[in-house]
């Protein structure tokens, strides 16, 4: 009887031990881990960091400068560059290229009118029966030769450097063409995806919606969403599109890349001075072809890795050392250091664009 006794009050002992009075209330002893782990799950995830590039109320910090970067009305001839390759390109449309087109342009509308005054009827009334003449067909000849060559040397060199392979430390930018507005990744920082949209003047938006100002930059070129990129940085462009053949154009920077639906084309540029730098799609693909503008706003390395976190990515460096230290951490190591991973990303951010200033 008495084993009988134990037995049937052991239950309820168990239940007691397993409730514990805090303040006057009773709360099961199994539940107290779970009301705690909210709370640090908030101290683990770390509070995303402001866009450096927006101003509170979201619109843009920095203003394009006028006659920078975009078309400026009633001007003859080229964009200043802002890229090596651009420059390399400008000293060769303007040094040599326009040069020798001006050269022969004018001897030969002067040869042209030489021609019909000397040897017109009234002048040479018996016309000369020769019909050949050695030294000037070895002019004709070599002389167009020479020129081609010395235009050959500059030219490949100039195209071999568009196309040449991005290095390690290059910025990959993958622009997508849609009818009609560009999507942009950025496949190395943790998948950033950005959509860009033209933006519409003030008469031909709704009351209360957003419409481009003096601020988004010039009519038919201002975006809804910038690229954003870093100075004095390699940038590896892929293009792509997912409807027709669209292009990648940013007169500034000397680019110009078709996108084509199933393929995809790389080119590299470096842009050496921050700002707001604009284009647009250069190839004819619909209706809307002219509203598919481009805008790309150039920052520094710092701030650069500040924009990618405020996005919800990391940068490369960040990235591969996570990677390395959770193939190497023990479960409970990792639960320790989750509410160490922001310190972790902005020390690496800081040290990414400390170690490309020189590039």
């Known amino acids: 009887m008495l084993a009988a006794l134990l037995a049937l009050a052991g239950p309820g002992m168990a239940l007691a031990q397993q409730a514990a009075p805090v303040d006057g209330a009773v709360v099961p002893a199994a539940a107290a881990p779970t009301a705690a782990a909210p709370a640090a799950d908030a101290a683990a995830t770390p509070a995303k960091p402001a866009d450096p590039t927006l101003n509170p109320d979201g619109s843009f910090k920095r203003a394009p400068t006028p006659g920078v970067g975009q078309p400026i009305a009633n001007a003859i001839g080229l964009q200043d560059q802002v890229s090596p390759n ?16 001006t ?38 000849t070599v002389a167009p030769a020479l020129i081609l060559l010395a235009i050959a040397f500059p030219s490949i060199r100039l195209l071999a450097n568009q196309y040449k392979p991005a290095p390690a430390n290059a910025v990959t930018l993958k622009a997508i063409g849609n009818q009609w507005y560009w999507s942009y990744e950025y496949p190395d920082h943790g998948g950033v995806s950005l959509t860009a949209n033209m933006l519409k003047e003030q008469s ?52 110009k890349l ?17 700002g707001v730098y604009f284009g647009q799609c250069s190839e004819l693909c619909g209706a809307r072809h002219g509203y598919m503008p481009i805008a790309v706003e150039v920052v520094s390395q710092a701030e650069f890795a500040q924009w990618v976190a405020a996005k919800g990515g990391t940068m490369p460096s960040a990235a591969t050392a996570a990677a390395s230290a959770a193939a190497t951490m023990t479960p409970e190591a990792a639960t320790v250091n989750a509410a160490d991973a922001a310190a972790v990303t902005n020390d690496s951010a800081a040290d990414w664009a400390a170690g490309n200033q020189g590039n």
């Open 103 to 140: 050269i022969i342009s004018v001897f030969v509308l002067g040869l042209l009118i030489w021609v019909i005054f000397r040897y017109r009827r009234a002048a040479n009334p018996v016309p000369s029966k020769n019909s050949h003449n050695t030294l000037i067909e070895v002019v004709w």
């Open 258 to 274: 078709d996108a084509i639906p199933g393929r995809l084309n790389e080119t590299t540029f470096t842009i050496e001075k921050e």
């Open 204 to 255: 031909e938006v709704g009351k209360g919606d957003r419409f481009r100002t003096d601020r988004d930059g010039p009519r038919l070129l201002a975006t809804d969403t910038r690229v954003v990129l870093p100075v004095n940085t390699p940038i590896r462009l892929i293009t792509t599109a997912n409807d027709v053949i669209h292009s990648w154009a940013l007169p500034a920077a000397w680019i």
């Open 86 to 101: 651009g420059r390399d390109g400008l000293w060769l449309h303007n040094v040599m290229l326009m040069p020798i087109i």
